[in-house]
């Protein structure tokens, strides 16, 4: 949905690496400490009281730069009472169910790949519906993040690869391990994230999320714009977001294209933030044939507005067909539906085959029920120096001890350090060389170097 990874200031990298950046630094707005917007009850929680100061804080800032084109290029340093004491590439990701990734390639009807593609798709933001939306740090310039998840290999006795079984209920084939086990034994898969920062004008991330052992591996580069429109936050994907790419090593290296859609983030007003997708998403798989398109909007249901997805499954032509304006509703007439999707987003989703009009619809995802896995990360003493706990280490013990004069401070003087390094770089007529990844992202697709130092 956001792609997002990402509320991004631009402010914990250099203030420029060229005369033109410099120029636009200069012209940065500044932000008064005041406006006229009125404070919401402050509620008797502490730490709901002290959530509810965030974002008001953040409103008012905000509110000065209604106009603005986009707000992640901007060089706005916030302090640290507006933030959450974690950093950029931990806190977004699309892992939060890794038993719906590792299924996708499981059936042998390519119809049934794609719609595991879209299940995955759907259920990804899931941590949206029960955490509070927090703004995290900027990742540094060469910010490298690694964790992992252990899903076990659970043998169900009843028919788990049923279609009317979502994969991540007891009755599924696989489910997140829960246990303190850090290691892949026999009996679990091992799904890995790799991520570092390889642009900080524009802020831009590269990331590998694989499960070498079932050959499944889906990259991409996360660049965001965003900007603020009376009463919401609309974030959209940046020129270098090209989408996901998932590719099946076991079915023939197919290659689905995900597409984002846009993301919006409201309440403002109420102090109950709360993000929803909104626009189209489209997958293609170009060697099946395949593409799946899905529309998502707020929509009266059954009397309540509610986030609704609508979808549908098709054959379209690789060659011929550019469907990168169509939605659900738009498809063209000549083209027969295979499937269609429909629900609520924040709730149950359902697909329904056009070959059995007659039949009931079969649950896709149930985002109240779905268990997200538990992440793995090394200890600090583990972790290399350009690791994001270990880059803010510092500035997040005294955020938890809510000492923000003092992890302010350390946050300023982390991104001077940032800066002065930029300004060798210059100096030296040095190129920035990412440390994982191949320096070419002209396709959207990165590429992990042969003998990127992994630490997982």
Not at 44 to 57: H, I, R, V, W
Not at 256 to 266: A, D, E, L, M, P
Not at 318 to 342: F, H, R
Not at 347 to 356: I, L, N, P, Q, R
């Amino acid at each position: 949905m956001f792609k997002s990874k990402k509320s991004r200031e631009s402010s914990a990298e250099p203030k420029a690496e060229s005369k033109a950046e410099s120029k636009e630094s200069s012209a940065a707005p500044s932000i008064p400490d005041t406006t006229q917007i009125p404070d919401s009850p402050e509620p008797a929680d502490p730490e709901l009281q002290e959530d509810q100061k965030k974002t008001s804080g953040m409103f008012k800032i905000l509110a000065k730069l209604i106009g603005v084109k986009d707000l992640i290029n901007l060089r706005l340093s916030l302090p640290t009472q507006y933030l959450d004491p974690v950093s950029n590439l931990e806190y977004w990701g699309y892992m939060e169910h890794p038993d719906y990734f590792i299924r996708i390639p499981d059936n042998d009807d390519p119809v049934e790949r794609i719609i595991n593609t879209a299940r995955w798709w759907i259920v990804k933001d899931s941590k949206f519906l029960n955490k509070k939306l927090s703004k995290p740090f900027n990742s540094v310039l060469g910010e490298q993040f690694f964790c992992k998840w252990l899903v076990e290999k659970k043998i169900s006795t009843s028919p788990s690869e049923s279609r009317e079984v979502s994969p991540a209920s007891d009755n599924s084939s696989y489910r997140s391990v829960s246990q303190t086990s850090t290691g892949a034994t026999p009996d679990s898969y091992q799904v890995e994230y790799i991520t570092e920062q390889v642009s900080h004008h524009p802020p831009v991330s590269a990331y590998s999320y694989r499960c070498e052992e079932k050959k499944i591996e889906a990259v991409g580069l996360d660049h965001i714009s965003a900007r603020f429109a009376s009463l919401s936050v609309i974030i959209s994907p940046g020129s270098w977001n090209k989408g996901i790419f998932l590719t099946l090593g076991t079915r023939d290296n197919e290659t689905y294209n995900c597409t984002h859609s846009n993301g919006q983030v409201v309440g403002w007003l109420t102090n109950k933030l709360k993000a929803i997708s909104i626009g189209t998403i489209r997958i293609t798989c170009p060697k099946t044939k395949l593409a799946c398109i899905l529309d998502f909007a707020e929509k009266n249901w059954y009397g309540k507005i509610k986030d609704i997805v609508e979808g549908v499954v098709f054959t379209y032509d690789p060659e011929n067909s550019d469907i990168q304006d169509w939605t659900s509703k738009t498809i063209p007439s000549n083209i027969t539906p295979i499937a269609k999707i429909k629900g609520q987003w924040d709730g149950k989703t359902f697909v329904e085959y056009t070959s059995k009009p007659e039949s009931e619809p079969i649950l896709l995802v149930d985002m109240h029920t779905a268990k997200p896995g538990k992440k793995i990360v090394k200890p600090i003493e583990e972790q290399g120096e350009n690791e994001s706990r270990k880059v803010w280490g510092k500035v997040m013990e005294k955020m938890v001890q809510r000492d923000y004069t003092n992890a302010t401070k350390l946050k300023i003087e982390l991104e001077e350090y940032q800066r002065t390094l930029a300004t060798e770089r210059v100096n030296s007529a040095q190129e920035f060389i990412p440390a994982l990844f191949v320096k070419d992202f002209d396709d959207g697709k990165p590429k992990l170097l042969d003998d990127a130092k992994i630490n997982i």
